[in-house]
């Protein structure tokens, strides 16, 4: 499946090669079920063999990946707060959703610079960013850290094993279920911390 990919991909001239890396970098944000991660690497793989060059492949996916997660940082500044604080969703608690926008806003900045590296969770943290008001600016800065460096290693993993592109797509999906894991325990972690200082509270 792989080789017709990169096979179908190198039919294109480099401009629409380009695009659809820019594409594919943007839509994960916004739809995160694409491969978008594994067509990086194609990429990648296509630089080793001159059809296209790395610097432009760098610079274009993480503009891409940028665009997509501020596009979904826009959609979660426009949520009603104040219909959320309100109570009128009685499966969000008031005080959970306080208690994950007080956490979001003392470490959401480093959660932001770490986006990148934490699959499954990307399009969250883009929302919730919005969502707890970060400033946009700053926001931006460090998601393009994020996404630059995420992106000029996955290209580079691309240049390196070439046509073996299956390689590191294995490597990628094994990483990807130990970084969702270790995310889950934290927020058990978190959420159990919170509910025992509720229940402390209360007593």
Partial sequence: ????????????????????????????NVFPPS???????????????????????????????????????????????KVVHSGKYKYIPVNTVEKVELWFKKYGYWIILANRFLPGTRSVISFFAGMSSLNAKRTALLATISAFIWNAIIIYLGYLFGS????????????????????????????????????????
Avoid at 3 to 27: G, N
């Fill in 1 to 28: 499946m792989f080789e017709e990919i990169l096979k179908d991909i190198s039919r294109f001239t480099p401009f629409w090669i380009y695009v659809t890396l820019f594409f594919f970098a943007f839509i994960e």
């Fill in 35 to 81: 491969p978008s991660d594994l067509v990086v690497v194609i990429g990648g793989s296509l630089v080793a063999t001159g059809v296209i060059h790395y610097i432009p492949t760098l610079i274009l996916t993480t503009i891409g990946s940028i665009i997509g997660f501020m596009v979904l940082y826009y959609f979660g500044s426009t949520v009603d707060r």
């Fill in 164 to 203: 073996n592109v299956e390689v590191v797509d294995k490597y990628l999906s094994t990483y990807s279920n130990i970084a969702i894991a270790v995310t889950v325990v934290v927020a058990i972690i978190l959420l159990v911390r919170f509910y025992l200082n509720r229940k402390k509270n209360k007593e």
